[in-house]
């Protein structure tokens, strides 16, 4: 059975403070692994796609790195609009729907 | 952009009422889902939908069920309401492998 954990569930920062989220994964067969940014009562931004082990992907001060069991969000020099859910999910080869961890809550204080 | 509209943001309906959630996509995706969030279950998928008229379970069908009479649009439909159902409900679409979600509608069943 596929499984996400999402680690840690919660993770305060200051601004400018530099750190990483995990996302661990099992899937028989990654088609992809998704990250989503969720803000409070909303639904979930897509983020990033990566398909295959070694790739990377940034966007502002986002950088996401997968390797065959676990990908990583780094958050470089942080600021509180960075302050967030993130959901990290994952496509099998076999199945339709992506599989979601339960996220990791992310508070940046000024 | 994409576009996936949800009819409501909040609703209130009481327990044993028969509920219906709409969702609209505007980019002519053929995959279209829907998925509950609650604190600390994370994002679980209800019913998803990869063609007009067809659909599929998901992990927690029970009490449930969907409508998908036109690509653009799919429904879900609460039975018979119960305050276990109370939730946030988000619907997402998808052509390839990114989802792109609706603002979700939080459903509380008094």
């Known amino acids: 059975e596929d499984q996400v954990t999402q680690s840690p569930e919660a993770l305060r920062l200051q601004e400018g403070e530099s750190s990483s989220l995990n996302c661990s994964y099992t899937v028989s067969g990654l088609r992809g692994l998704f990250w989503y940014r969720q803000d409070p009562g909303k639904g979930p931004e897509f983020l990033f796609t990566l398909y295959s082990a070694g790739e990377e992907k940034e966007k502002e001060r986002l950088k996401a790195t997968l390797t065959k069991k676990e990908s990583f969000l780094h958050i470089t020099a942080p600021k509180p609009e960075d302050s967030a859910t993130y959901l990290c999910a994952v496509q099998a080869d076999s199945g339709y729907a992506l599989n979601f961890g339960k996220g990791t809550s992310l508070l940046v204080t000024p | 952009d994409v576009k996936v509209t949800q009819s409501s943001r909040y609703l209130v309906k009481r327990t044993g009422e028969k509920v219906f959630l709409e969702c609209v996509q505007d980019?002519?995706?053929?995959?279209m889902f829907w998925y509950r969030q609650d604190p600390g279950l994370g994002l679980r998928l209800i019913y998803f939908s990869y063609d007009v008229k067809m659909k599929e379970k998901g992990d927690i069908p029970e009490g449930y069920s969907v409508s998908r009479e036109k690509k653009e649009r799919f429904s879900l439909i609460l039975e018979s309401a119960s305050t276990n159902q109370t939730s946030m409900y988000l619907c997402a679409s998808r052509l390839r492998w990114e989802a792109f979600f609706g603002q979700g509608t939080r459903l509380t069943v008094v």
């Open positions: 980019m002519d995706h053929e995959n």
